[in-house]
């Protein structure tokens, strides 16, 4: 790829994935005012199965496109025809099992879990087909099939919910949304069938299968880890406590936009230099980078109250209490992925799967015997500590196959500035003026140390 359209591609890529990233946080304002509380939890509940099902359903045979490319680049075609062909047989296998057991694996009705089916088969098909276009440099279409759906979807959804009266209006949301996916999960099964028939090449499917199954359980696993508080809040309490957590969870994720936005600038960087083992230097640009996140973490505690207010109805408002533990949970999914890093340069990716099962597990067990007694509120403290835990074990298993890298020291300092934003964030849950005070100096204490990194992560210098 030339350097003028390496720079495009990175541009729309880079946009594709904050409106993917943001989305559901920009539409929050218009379906917790359209919706109820139980409408708006069945919703996210259907959504998390859907995330599941993806992972199950594609078996991450797209991560086998990559290195596809460079082993069979003269019949990459046919390759693809492999992937899209044994991925439908998955799903039609898949929905015949999650309809017969879907009450007994979900509490929701058989219907809504076929339409999870369906949907998750056409992210599936989406999500191969995108890995095809990005290795065939056709970067512009890739876009489309990236912020096009969920674009649609949003469109057709609010016009469901506005225009139609049903009894359970959640119906207009998962349809739309639904039939979006399915529509662009056809083209793509007929650009594929276009000039080949449907077929499975065994040498193909056996070298996709040898990629990409180690990296299927970490897939579930870390769906479960950041889904299964919904589902399970459904379950164990009702939909209207989802709805409400789901809303702080989603504004907990306004974090993760930022994040995908600086891992464009940082991942890549970051490959290089501990390639060339240079410890230092990613200690200090991580210390940088640790701390410019450490603002958008305590703007957003400290603004909490008030931007959830202008997101939702009053019916939501209750949800603030959690706002300092899910904002909590994201800062320590932020800090294990530094050495989650760690782990995929050594390839240790089986050791990432087993970590992130156990802290899958550990999120289960106590969802299970905490959310009957104290509901959303428990789940919003068990995510927080799950994710602590993934960290640790990350972190220990990282200091072994790099000693030097990541230092706890260099997140203590931040993690014990957002500690004490959560503490004035109760103490001064009514008195907002002051908590934007505290807000503003902490910020943008912060912002003047460290106006050079500022400027690197924004492009105004080349660091």
């Known amino acids: 790829m030339s350097a003028s359209k390496g720079k495009k591609a990175s541009i729309l890529y880079l946009f ?16 917790t005012r359209l919706l109820s509380t139980n409408d708006y939890g069945i919703v996210t509940t259907f959504n998390s199965w859907v995330d599941i099902l993806t992972v199950v359903l594609s078996l991450a045979l797209y991560m086998s496109i990559r290195t596809a490319f460079v082993d069979f680049k003269s019949d990459k075609k046919e390759f693809l025809n492999t992937v899209i062909t044994f991925t439908l047989i998955i799903s039609v296998g898949v929905g015949i099992l999650t309809f017969f057991f879907s009450k007994l694996i979900t509490g929701l009705g058989s219907v809504i879990v076929l339409f999870a089916v369906l949907q ?3 992210s599936a098909l989406m999500m191969d087909y995108q890995q095809y276009l990005m290795m065939d440099l056709r970067y512009i279409q890739r876009s489309i099939y990236m912020a096009l759906p969920n674009f649609l979807a949003v469109i057709f959804s609010v016009a469901f919910i506005y225009y139609l009266d049903l009894d359970n209006m959640y119906f207009c949301r998962i349809i739309p949304t639904m039939v979006v996916y399915l529509i662009f999960g056809l083209i793509i099964i007929t650009k594929t069938y276009a000039k080949q028939r449907p077929s499975i090449n065994k040498k193909y499917l056996k070298y996709g299968l040898g990629i990409s199954l180690p990296l299927v359980l970490h897939g579930i696993a870390l769906n479960i880890l950041s889904q299964a508080d919904r589902t399970m809040i459904t379950v164990l309490a009702n939909a209207s406590q989802t709805g409400i957590y789901s809303l702080v969870y989603n504004f907990g994720m306004i974090s993760a936009v930022l994040t995908t936005a600086l891992d464009g600038v940082w991942l890549p960087w970051f490959m290089i230099k501990i390639k060339e083992k240079n410890t230092q230097e990613i200690n200090k640009c991580a210390s940088d980078y640790i701390k410019l996140m450490t603002c958008a973490m305590v703007g957003l505690i400290l603004l909490g109250p008030e931007l959830l207010k202008f997101l939702a109805a009053p019916i939501y408002w209750e949800g603030i209490s959690i706002i300092p533990p899910i904002v909590l949970a994201n800062y320590f999914i932020f800090m294990y992925t530094f050495y989650v890093n760690v782990e995929h ?3 240790r990716t089986m050791g990432i799967t087993f970590y992130t099962i156990i802290a899958a597990a550990v999120n289960i067990i106590l969802n299970y015997i905490f959310i009957p007694k104290f509901g959303y509120i428990a789940a919003a403290y068990i995510t927080l500590i799950s994710y602590m835990l993934a960290m ?7 200091k072994k196959l790099e000693e030097g890298l990541f230092p706890f020291i260099i997140f203590a300092g931040p993690l014990a500035i957002i500690l004490i934003s959560t503490t004035f964030y109760y103490l001064f849950l009514e008195e907002w003026i002051l908590r934007w005070i505290l807000m503003i100096i902490i910020v943008g204490a912060i912002a003047l140390i460290e106006r050079r990194t500022i400027k690197f992560y924004l492009g105004g210098s080349k660091g």
Not at 17 to 31: E, H, S
Not at 392 to 398: E, F, M, V, Y
């Open 345 to 347: 340069f050594h390839k």
């Open 16 to 31: 594709a994935t904050l409106f993917n990233k943001g989305i559901a946080f920009l539409t929050v304002p218009i379906f």
């Open 120 to 122: 998750g088969a056409a």
């Open 392 to 398: 640790a074990l990350h972190a220990r298993r990282s």
